[in-house]
């Protein structure tokens, strides 16, 4: 059994920062990429950012500059670092790990997702 945990969403005024934090856990093979999207009501789930096993990473036009996604190799952790937030980036953020399970598929496998608002 895998699991993909997201924690750190919240409430920050314009300009703040927050950070969050996704953890895959479980019965794991082998990783091959990480990823960030969001999804607010109303709108079509946004790709935020990529990070293949390599180390190769890629950011939406809407945030780069201003998000930086990192990991823990050892611990199986994503990062995302999000730095003079705006209320447009205001969303349910999710985590996603693309990987091989022990006796099993590859297969994309997502966090719960995480709120994130950005209002004064």
């Known amino acids: 059994q895998v699991q993909v945990v997201e924690s750190g969403g919240g409430l920050v005024q314009p300009g703040g920062s927050l950070k969050l934090s996704c953890a895959a856990s479980?019965?794991?093979?082998?990783?091959?990429?990480m990823g960030w999207y969001r999804h607010d009501p109303g709108e079509q789930r946004e790709l935020v950012a990529t990070?293949?096993?390599?180390?190769?990473?890629n950011y939406a036009d809407s945030v780069k500059g201003r998000f930086t996604t990192s990991r823990d190799i050892a611990l199986r952790t994503v990062y995302l670092q999000m730095n003079s937030l705006k209320p447009e980036d205001t969303a349910v953020y999710y985590c996603t790990f693309d990987m091989k399970v022990h006796f099993g598929a590859r297969s994309d496998y997502w966090g719960q997702g995480t709120q994130v608002t950005v209002s004064s």
């Open positions: 990070m293949t096993n390599g180390g190769s990473i």
């Open positions: 479980g019965s794991i093979f082998s990783i091959n990429a």
